[in-house]
């Protein structure tokens, strides 16, 4: 499906803050509105920041693969990838709000970073048709945020994601997927083998000694390959995408 979330001709400050607050908003064909229906009387903007994004906001379009996510897979809920401009932490190390992907080996299959839509108390609905509708509401609403996200960046290193989020991921998720020599997930700038992947192995050598019941130093000589030659291993890894992956996606989701 084709996305275009953010219009200029909308009041986006009255949009931002109904976000903000949790409160409903429009969806039309994918572009996010102001409804009238909000229940607030004032709409205020408490982020300097976000208040300066706004102007710097672009509009853009979508390309989104959806799966309805009636079986097991992210916890039954629906599954989204955006396939055109990339979204994934590959693009965006600091991303405060995507699913980290991961490959399936009972379906021989990868499954690319997604969008963290709402939480697992969300009311997706039970026939396909409603789910896609809902996923389709949501994913809208996500990449209104994501474009006002990487407008704040522009003044905060991290920038500021608009409304409720989920807790920054812990470090040992990232050294399987963050290529060494590409940005920090911090938002520093700096590359990530000169920043945090250090403290993000050690951090990882601690949940696999743990997990598997074997001795720190055990598991740090394992991991000392990955530590040394972490480009050439990035590249290898099974959890990163390469094109020729991506591209098999995009046929099979599209």
């Known amino acids: 499906m084709e996305i275009t979330p953010f219009s200029s001709n909308q009041d986006n400050i009255q949009v931002v803050s109904d976000i903000m607050e949790g409160k409903p908003v429009d969806v039309k064909g994918g572009t996010i509105?102001?409804?009238n229906t909000c229940g607030e009387t004032e709409h205020r903007i408490s982020s300097n920041i976000v208040k300066k994004a706004l102007r710097k906001v672009k509009p853009a379009t979508f390309l989104v693969a959806v799966y309805t996510g009636q079986t097991e897979v992210m916890g039954k809920s629906p599954v989204a990838v955006v396939?055109?401009?990339d979204?994934?932490?590959v693009k965006f190390p600091d991303h405060?709000?995507?699913n980290m992907g991961f490959y399936d080996a009972k379906r021989k299959f990868y499954f690319p970073d997604s969008l963290c839509l709402a939480g697992r108390e969300h009311d997706w609905g039970q026939d396909e048709k409603d789910r896609l509708l809902e996923a389709f509401c949501q994913i809208s609403i996500w990449l209104y945020r994501h474009l006002v996200w990487v407008a704040t960046r522009e003044y905060k290193?991290?920038?500021?994601?608009?409304?409720?989020?989920a807790d920054p991921l812990p470090g040992y998720c990232y050294p399987r997927h963050l290529n060494p020599h590409g940005e920090c997930h911090c938002g520093s700038k700096k590359r990530y083998k000169d920043c945090h992947r250090l403290q993000d192995l050690q951090e990882l050598i601690k949940q696999i000694a743990f997990y598997e019941n074997t001795p720190i130093e055990e598991v740090r000589k394992r991991a000392m390959p990955f530590a040394t030659n972490g480009y050439t291993l990035w590249r290898n890894n099974v959890g990163i995408p390469t094109q020729i992956q991506r591209d098999k996606v995009k046929s099979a989701l599209l």
């Open 96 to 98: 405060p709000h995507l």
């Open 87 to 89: 979204i994934s932490y």
């Open 33 to 35: 509105g102001h409804l």
């Open 83 to 85: 396939l055109e401009p």
């Open 157 to 165: 290193p991290k920038g500021e994601w608009i409304g409720p989020g």
